[in-house]
């Protein structure tokens, strides 16, 4: 027999299988001999009161074992010999449209312009070390994008459960935990994500796709509006429908689309930093207990939203137990962001804090920049010239002036951390009172911190929303504003600043056919799943520019 029951328990209860089918027999009067196996199908935490209770919606098998797979498999064939698709990188969004396309029975080509997702993890040593940014290997470049070295949260807002749940079954799939099919906030880890990211590429070999890494999409080859291929910095060109899911850091790209006449348009996003605590005070805060979480709950998690004088002011991308990372994709910038291994065991606990930004907001006198134009040959400066020239009519927004704000305030912050990747950095109590912090409490960001006037050189219409919003922030959560926590400066990356638009029902650019503007740089997701479902939906609009699949979903 098999039941399904909803429990309310205390953390210890649910530490372990045993413990629960222990709490069962003793709460539901079964003679625990009888249970031979429970099957864990949903658990979250309830810590808004003093008592924390954990949620669980458990399966129980009264004298059965269970038969069915704990995940749902997906069949990926064999398609050599099937027509191609270019899929230019290989994040979350491409890895997911080339594996759909498997399952479509059409033959994914990966082009990735980093390296594979163990060699990447050198590049990544060496920011630290040496402050050396590799413009191809870095935190967003190489096999895995964004997502590989992150804190792998899988949560999205995505309305559709069902896209969501397939996300979560081809993870599991390929080596993932099938924990991330039961928590309410599942996430996987960077130590776990890599040996993920490999299974996924070996199942597109396996099946006849092909995977090139350290090869760099220079060019769309368009012809009569419709595309053709693409040009890469080896030589080699690829032939067929292009999958675009080259991440919201690849700057070139965008230049590259802008300067052909391919339709771009600015987007908002959100600019501020990352902020630390020690994890043991966000575990008091959050468990209500000096204690912390202690043995049974994992590092605790956050999350405020506030408005501020018309714009919204929030946490972002929280990390609980994690490292923050020079998250920068070249050289001449510092960009902040955050991981954190399975375990979340780090005694740091970090999230992006930013404010939202909208394209007008460009037009505000604090938002005009004025980095050092320091190398007059780089794309940055010839960015500037590009917008420059385009004299757009009056109350337009360059396409690109969302990105050159970002370049620039990365910019200003890297002369701000002394021209290495050194983070300039406040703590956090100090910022609200705009004083320069005499010293700086101990940090995983292991490039190293410097001290500076964060109150000072953001941008007023930044800063001072971000020391409103702590302001807040601290009243509703005692103890959550303090000297103890620094801001590490700066945090820029959290959306695409350009939107590559595409047709909303075959997914096409709206003046280019055959090319399916995907994932995150497209604008189109924010985050591994919502990249990964954008994927699948762009792998299935390919099908169907090929006549062979009119459904997408
Ligand atoms: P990306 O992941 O950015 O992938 C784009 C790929 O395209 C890259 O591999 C890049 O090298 C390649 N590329 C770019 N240009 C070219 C070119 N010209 N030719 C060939 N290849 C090219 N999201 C979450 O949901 N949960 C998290 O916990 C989380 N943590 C994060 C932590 C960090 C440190 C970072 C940086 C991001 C994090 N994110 C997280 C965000 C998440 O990683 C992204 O939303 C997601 O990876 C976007 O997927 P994508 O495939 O659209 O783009």
Known sequence: MIQELQLR????????????????????GLDARTIKAIRILKRSIDARQRTIFVNLK?????????????????????????????????????????????????????????KNVRERKEDLARISREHKVD??????????????????????????RGNVEKILNVFCQHGADTSILIDAHPHIGTDKLPRVIENMRNTILACGGEVHFQTRMDALIIEHNEVAGIETNTGKTFRGPVILATGHSARDVYRWLYTHDVHIEPKGIAVGVRLEHPSMLIDQIQYHNKAGGGKYLPAAEYSFV????????????????????????????????????????????NSGMVVELRTEDLAHP????????AFPNSAEAQTETLIAQAKTEEGTVHPLAMMRFQEKLEQICWQQGNMRQT??????????????????????????????????????????????????????????????????????????????????????????????PCG?????????????????????AAAAYLHLSPQIT
């Open 9 to 28: 328990v205390l953390p210890e209860q649910a530490a372990s299988d045993d413990n629960i089918k222990q709490y069962i027999s003793r709460e539901k």
């Open 58 to 114: 458990v399966r129980v098998f009264i004298n059965e074992m269970p038969e069915e797979e704990a995940f749902t498999h997906t069949e990926y064939r064999n398609v050599e010999g099937k027509p191609a698709v270019i899929v230019v990188g290989a994040g979350p969004g491409g890895l997911f449209a080339a594996l759909k396309l498997i399952e479509l029975g059409l033959r994914p080509i990966v082009v990735e312009r980093g």
């Open 135 to 160: 413009a191809e290997s870095n935190y967003s470049f190489g096999e895995g994008g964004a997502g590989a070295y992150s804190d792998g949260k899988l949560y999205t807002r995505s309305k559709k």
């Open 306 to 349: 506030q408005q501020v004088d018309g714009r919204g002011v929030y946490s972002f991308c929280m990390c609980p137990g994690g490292f923050v990372v020079p998250a920068a994709s070249g050289p001449h910038q510092i960009v902040v962001n955050g991981m954190s291994p399975s375990n979340r065991g780090t005694k740091w606990s």
């Open 366 to 373: 604090d938002l005009q920049l004025q980095a050092c134009e």
């Open 423 to 516: 983070a300039p950095a406040q703590r956090m109590a100090d910022f609200t009172r705009k004083k320069l912090s005499f010293d700086l409490p101990p940090t995983s960001y292991s490039p190293g911190l410097i001290s500076s006037p964060l109150h000072f050189w953001l941008p007023r219409f930044i800063g001072d929303r971000l020391s409103k919003g702590f302001q807040l922030f601290g009243k509703s959560s005692r103890g959550f504003l303090t000297n103890d926590a620094v801001m590490i400066a700066v945090e820029t990356r959290t959306s695409a600043p350009v939107r590559i638009v595409r047709d909303a029902e075959t997914l096409q650019h709206v003046t280019v056919k055959g090319l399916f």
């Open 520 to 540: 995150e740089g497209a604008g189109y997701a924010g985050g591994i799943v919502s990249a990964g479902i954008d994927g699948e939906r762009c792998a299935e």
